[in-house]
T-cell receptor, first 116, second 114 residues
């Protein structure tokens, strides 16, 4: 079955380190998204991509970067991890042109990141 | 910019009782509206969505929601709650302007008493 996976599921790192969270989907979806989930904030969009080499900043993009070199993967990089980036990170994907809202976003299981 | 408000942070209901979770949105045009459910330690799963047409939409797991433009609301309902419905529920609004992005509410945690 097609799926969307995230790795690692749990990560502890130190302030100032670079961290990369992986997201891989096997649906061949055009669109991929990264969200962070924090108590009292729900999910907030970090970055999104509508296709290979097509990435865009979301609501809370400072301190994060993404690069899309193929359809299946959208890794999220924290350039210099900060304690404020302790959160649960979700990747999602959807089909259709440019994030077409008629199409469901499918979510991965999440990565819990702790920055000490 | 669009926004979503879920006024209830926590709700507790007895198994078999009816449920209504509130969602209010702010958006200038006709919105795309969604309800997602998140079980502990899991990702989000789509329950139902509204784009246009019939304002009462049916979803999975026996859930339904009604779009009321006059009240800017999209409340989620279920006539009889099961213990397995205990989870966190998120309302989201999608806007076509600015890139087809979803904006989520802060969520409502549902507890079901046996």
């Amino acid at each position: 079955d097609a799926e969307i996976t995230q790795s690692p599921r749990h990560k502890i790192t130190e302030t100032g380190r670079q961290v990369t969270l992986a997201c891989h989907q096997t649906w061949n979806h055009n669109n991929m998204f990264w969200y962070r989930q924090d108590l009292g904030h729900g999910l907030r969009l970090i970055h999104y991509s509508y296709g290979v080499q097509d990435t865009n900043k979301g609501e809370v993009s400072d301190g994060y970067s993404v690069s899309r070199s193929n359809t299946e993967d959208l890794p999220l990089t924290l350039e210099s991890a900060a304690s404020s980036q302790t959160s649960v990170y979700f990747c999602a994907s959807s089909d259709g042109a440019r994030g077409r809202l008629n199409n469901e976003q499918f979510f991965g299981p999440g990565t819990r990141l702790t920055v000490l | 910019a669009q926004s979503v408000t879920q006024p209830d942070i926590h709700i507790t209901v007895s198994e078999g009782a009816s449920l209504e979770l509130r969602c209010n949105y702010s958006y200038g045009a006709t919105p795309y509206l969604f309800w997602y459910v998140q079980s502990p330690g899991q990702g989000l799963q789509l329950l139902l969505k509204y784009f246009s047409g019939d304002t009462l939409v049916q979803g999975i797991k026996g859930f339904e929601a009604e779009f009321k433009r006059s009240q800017s609301s999209f409340n989620l309902r279920k006539p009889s709650v099961h213990w397995s419905d205990a989870a966190e529920y998120f309302c989201a609004v999608g806007a076509t302007g600015g890139g087809n992005k979803l904006t989520f509410g802060t969520g409502t945690q549902l507890k079901v008493e046996l």
